[in-house]
């Protein structure tokens, strides 16, 4: 193939490489490209289009990012082979008949100064104080108030590609919640949950307080290792394939129809926990599993806890049309969990504008102290830890040489201030999570060399 011919649009504000992305990889999914062939070379596409290399540069390393092309080293990008008859065009499954009834946490966690802008939340709250007074006399619907439903509806369409309605939207106070409120109803028909391991463990707790069995499916390099959840008897699966928690890993397409695959032959289901998604350094946000779903086996969790502030304890389910009628048969054996008063005001929030504002002014903010970070570890190089999933998200990996006493490294960060987090039973312990947004600018050098001192430290006290 020499070159490559597309019309851009202009006056979208789509960028030019985002377009080209997009076209490339329909043009994969339908088949026109098809497994092995070879993408045209960076400089024909950019003469054939009259764009610049980068611009080339930059679709293609987004292919590349979420898999469906592999990069060959002194040859080019080639086509991977995908699954593509999972992936129907113009398929929605809200168009299939709907059944139902329709009317995290790292402890060292807070978030960066100068990111939440308290003079425009206190103007929503306000807002519903002089003007929705009348609401707040009576108590909140058990679902969620229907206005933060439809605004939540519309972020995630817009921003994360995902299908939902206000009724299928369910909140509630944390992941936690609405991870318990799941287990009483899915109890009835499934015995049996698959969490990737290592993984989110207090949302695998929940399960087994509501006696589930919890099944621990193994993570690679580019997520679930598939196989053995295809082995295991479970019918549903827990996953984060966007940021895989702790690893900071991404799904590529080819594993994520894999997955798609497996939950509509064995008609189980998928929780998808779309953590940290939208905070992502380089390249564009993967899009959510469940937008790319035909079957309606997907389950979708979000969280305002890090995207706003931790106080704020506003979590969501979007769940799937068969669901609804199961939720609501058990809806009222429970109280909405948030306050009345925040889910209206963080629907007033989101409505005037404020809440895309503070979208767009925390990925500056924090795209900023990722690089910092990432300059001051260059500063520094050691020998005794990699640094791991620094390309999004508000926390990285430390992986360490064996020579290194993990134990003392924690205590010995603990003394100068700095909390590190150990990830149970993975890769011998040799791993430890850093998070790192709430670290101020100005100290993040002090900060990583700190931290490369307490790893040489932590040598000495091995070898001694």
């Known amino acids: 193939m020499i070159g490559y011919m597309m019309k851009f649009e202009d006056g979208t504000g789509i960028p030019k490489y985002i377009q080209l992305y997009e076209r490339l990889k329909e043009d994969i999914l339908k088949g026109i490209l098809k497994k092995g062939e070879k993408l045209p070379s960076v400089r024909s596409v950019s003469a054939s289009l009259g764009v610049s290399k980068i611009t080339v540069e930059n679709a293609y390393t987004q292919l590349q990012l979420e898999g469906f092309v592999e990069s060959v080293p002194k040859s080019g990008f080639y086509v991977q082979d995908i699954e593509s008859t999972l992936w129907d065009f113009g398929k929605d499954p809200g168009d299939k008949e709907k059944k139902g009834h329709v009317p995290e946490e790292i402890p060292q966690d807070r978030a960066s100064e100068g990111t939440f802008n308290f003079q425009e939340w206190k103007k929503a709250i306000n807002h519903v104080l002089e003007y929705r007074s009348d609401a707040l006399l009576s108590v909140g619907d058990i679902q969620g108030e229907y206005e933060l439903r439809l605004e939540i509806a519309k972020f995630i369409s817009q921003s994360r590609g995902v299908r939902a309605e206000p009724s299928q939207v369910v909140v509630g106070a944390g992941i936690q919640v609405l991870f318990s409120l799941l287990a009483s109803f899915l109890r009835t028909s499934i015995q049996e949950i698959a969490f990737e391991y290592p993984g989110f463990s207090k949302g695998m707790y929940v399960f087994e307080d509501h006696g589930y069995e919890t099944l ?32 900071g890993s991404v799904m590529p397409i080819r594993k994520r129809m894999q997955l798609l695959s497996w939950a509509e032959r064995e008609k189980g289901y998928i929780i998808e926990d779309d953590y940290d998604s939208i905070l992502r350094y380089e390249g564009y946000p993967v899009p959510a599993l469940q937008g790319i779903s035909t079957s309606d086996r997907v ?129 011998d312990n040799r791993i430890l999570v850093f998070s790192y947004s709430g670290i101020k600018d100005e100290e993040m050098d002090a900060v990583v060399r700190k931290l490369v001192r307490c790893s040489e430290d932590a040598v000495r006290k091995e070898v001694d």
Do not use: C, W
């Open 216 to 247: 621990k499916i193994p993570i690679e390099d580019d997520g679930l290792r598939i196989e053995d959840l295809e082995k295991s008897r479970a019918k549903i699966v827990y996953v984060s394939p966007s940021h895989q928690y702790p690893t």
């Open 299 to 427: 389950i979708y969790a979000g969280s305002f806890s890090k995207l706003l502030i931790p106080s704020l304890r506003i979590s969501f389910l979007i769940l799937p049309h068969e669901l609804l009628e199961s939720f609501h048969m058990v809806r009222n054996r429970y109280s909405q969990s948030v306050s009345k008063t925040e889910q209206l005001a963080l629907a007033e929030y989101m409505r005037d504008g404020s809440f895309e504002r503070h979208l767009r002014r925390i990925r500056i903010l924090y795209k900023k102290k990722n690089q910092l970070l990432v300059e001051a570890f260059k500063k520094y190089p050691t020998e005794y830890f990699d640094l791991v999933g620094k390309e999004s998200g508000l926390h990285v990996v430390l992986s360490f040489a064996k020579e290194v006493s993990l134990p003392y490294m924690v205590e010995r960060a603990k003394a100068e201030g700095i909390a590190l987090e150990g990830v149970e039973e993975y890769q």
